[in-house]
């Protein structure tokens, strides 16, 4: 199991380019973004996805955060 458990989630479901694309518009703005979801949290955990959005805010704060999304998407 990876680090990030949901991108083996959003693997299984054929969405790791989408994925990957999203890593892309969202890496420049790292810390913009991962207060924008932080904000949203409490929203997206109501569709249980509360731990996936945690895990991409903690990523987008950390300058190797989307390094390591991206290899675990890779893997």
Do not use: H, N, S, Y
């Not at 083996?8 to 703005?29: I, Y």
């Not at 810390?31 to 996936?52: D, I, K, Y």
């Amino acid at each position: 199991m990876t680090e990030f458990a949901w991108v083996e989630r959003v693997k299984a479901r054929g969405l790791g380019d989408a994925l990957g694309l999203a890593l892309d518009a969202l890496e420049p703005l790292g810390p913009l973004g991962a207060q924008v979801l932080w904000v949203l949290q409490p929203a997206l955990g109501l569709f249980g996805a509360r731990e996936a959005v945690k895990d991409i805010a903690q990523a987008l704060e950390d300058p190797d955060g989307i390094a390591r999304i991206r290899e675990a998407l890779e893997e």
